[in-house]
């Protein structure tokens, strides 16, 4: 599996943006597509996660209810919806696959080349 992010760049404050991130290869029902991002000068932390076959869904708690995580089986992509952003969320949004269900960075073996989202205050 290989994964191709895209979607980011420079918004205002309380400004919307979508990120798309394209999954290539075969993925299992329980396959687990999560976005995690790294703001400057801070370690890579979890945003969100969701499961291809039962679109089981979980956010971190400083996105819950600002951003939505959704898939599309038939293009292979789960898309970020990030809403009322704050200049907080400014990062490096990277997604990432993992065989199974999992908040840890570790587990997942396949990342995406990230993109940047630049929220200005």
């Known amino acids: 599996v290989q994964l191709q992010a895209s979607g980011g760049g420079l918004v205002q404050a309380g400004g919307s943006l979508r990120l798309s991130c394209a999954a290539s290869g075969r993925t299992s029902s329980n396959y687990a597509m999560g976005w995690f991002r790294q703001a400057p000068g801070k370690e890579r932390e979890f945003v969100t996660i969701i499961t291809w076959g039962s679109g089981r869904i979980y956010y971190a708690y400083s996105v819950k209810g600002r951003f939505t995580i959704s898939s599309d089986t038939a293009k292979n992509t789960v898309y970020l919806q990030m809403s009322s952003l704050k200049p907080e969320d400014t990062a490096v949004y990277y997604c990432?696959?993992?065989?199974?269900?999992?908040?840890?960075?570790?587990?997942?073996?396949?990342w995406g080349q990230g993109t940047l989202v630049t929220v200005s205050s």
């Open positions: 990432a696959g993992a065989p199974s269900w999992s908040y840890n960075e570790r587990t997942y073996a396949v």
